[in-house]
């Protein structure tokens, strides 16, 4: 299908985008790989579409020593291919390996993944695990949402629709902490039936699950014995059927994705690759 | 139904293989309505119409992207190249063209625009792939005839026909 007719602007000014966004029913064009579908299946119909491509400087990836920051305009491939984003936070290019397929990475942006808050995406994840946040700007200035305020459900998250993400940050892994992740998906590159990503500090252990509720949920592990993990996991979790899979094949899946990745995060911690 | 909505069309200048055209569309022209309806270059093919299928795929900045998934107005400060821009100046198919042919990598032919942008610029990155990278150099495009064997067996002889220029 086409999408709905709506109004169009490009402001190259934030102070413009942002007033922009004082419209009702308008929205937020970065990298569209999210919003165009949803225009196109008429799924969203906003009366404007505030693109911020042309904003100076949201394209930047700031890599310190505390950890990475990604500006909205980031494509995922310029984040994943970044050493510098690997060296200091290696959960982040490994889990957008998963997003998509290359040809998508291409255009969708980290940022956005963030603020679409899809339950089943990967990035939410990996924000709400290492305890991220997202900064915005809307017309009362700048504030910024630390993730457990983020996600709020399915496709809702906390930014104001007169809001704009400008970035996202993703704290650095610790010295001695490890990290892993991993998904299950009928093809690669598709949305995950479930996935996993895990953070283990000395005796901390932390695992953010996606696609088995309705927002990204992480779980404290320390202390469960090994082989109760995953239905540790469970008991915070909802995974659904649907007609991908049934609700109890997830539960499954959690059990094997809880087991795969707290080991490969703790041989990642030991200094094995994961 | 009665209230037919007056659309602003915004005046743009895409930039598609080398040559510069002017338009006028709505904001809502996909890029890949803009370059088949508006540009008359059929060459790049509509499947699914959101991102899943692959065969609208073209190339901006060199790099693939799905031309459904981007909105015309978004593309002018782009290089943009179709399957038609693949061919070199003389006509004569590239490497990645003539490995599809000599490997019967198509059979209905309409995947196949969307395989040839993307396999043009996955050899750019990854000159020599292994099978497994040529596989997953085309992960993001289906293709309902071939069974897919043949069309791997293409980007291995494209990489061939590439390193033996």
């Known amino acids: ?274 | 139904m009665n209230e037919i909505r007056r659309e602003t069309r915004h005046e743009i200048r895409l930039r598609v293989n080398g040559v510069t055209h002017e338009l006028r569309v709505p904001a809502r022209r996909l890029l890949s309505d803009a370059l088949r309806h508006d540009l008359g270059l059929t060459g790049t093919h509509v499947g699914c119409e959101h991102g899943v299928c692959g065969a609208c795929t073209i190339l901006l900045d060199g790099e693939p992207a799905r031309a459904c998934l981007m909105l015309a107005v978004t593309a002018t400060a782009h290089e943009i190249t179709t399957v038609e821009g693949l061919a070199g100046p003389d006509g004569e198919p590239n490497a990645v063209q003539r490995a599809f042919a000599e490997c019967h990598g198509l059979q209905c032919g309409f995947c196949t625009p969307g395989f040839l942008t993307t396999v043009t610029a996955g050899l750019r990155r990854d000159p020599r792939p292994t099978h497994e990278g040529a596989r997953d150099m085309i992960a993001g495009n289906l293709c309902r005839c071939t069974g897919y064997q043949n069309i791997v067996r293409a980007v291995e002889r494209a990489a061939e026909l590439e390193s033996s220029r």
């Open chain 1, 1 to 274: 299908m086409k999408p709905p007719p709506f109004d169009y602007v490009r402001p190259d000014r934030l102070a413009d985008a942002v007033a922009a966004l004082a419209a009702p029913e308008s929205k937020v064009l970065a990298g569209g790989q999210s919003l165009v579908p949803l225009l196109s299946m008429r799924l969203a119909s906003p009366s404007l579409v505030v693109d911020i491509n042309g904003l100076p400087g949201l394209d930047v990836i700031t890599v310190a020593a505390g950890g990475v920051q990604v500006g909205a305009l980031a494509r995922h491939t310029a984040v994943l291919e970044s050493p510098e984003v690997a060296r200091v936070q290696p959960l982040v290019p490994m889990a957008l390996e998963h997003v998509a397929h290359a040809t998508i990475r291409n255009r969708g942006t980290t940022v956005g993944s963030l603020v679409h808050a899809d339950a089943a995406a990967e990035m939410p994840v990996v924000l709400s695990l290492l305890g991220g946040s997202v900064e915005v700007a809307g017309p009362a200035g700048r504030r910024t949402i630390a993730a457990p305020e983020l996600f709020v459900g399915p496709l809702e998250s906390s930014v104001a629709p007169d809001e704009i993400a400008l970035s996202a940050f993703f704290p650095a892994l610790p010295p001695g902490a490890g990290v892993a992740f991993d998904e299950i998906a009928r093809r690669h590159g598709d949305y995950a039936l479930a996935g996993a990503a895990a953070l283990v500090e000395g005796e901390r252990i932390r695992v953010g699950y996606l696609s088995v509720s309705d927002v990204p949920t992480v779980v404290d592990l320390t202390g469960v014995p090994p082989g109760d993990r995953g239905d540790a996991a469970l008991d915070r979790l909802d995974p659904a059927g649907d007609i991908h899979a049934t609700a109890a094949y997830r539960r499954t899946l959690v059990r094997v994705l809880t087991d795969r990745v707290v080991a490969a995060a703790i041989a990642n911690a030991q200094g094995g690759t994961p």
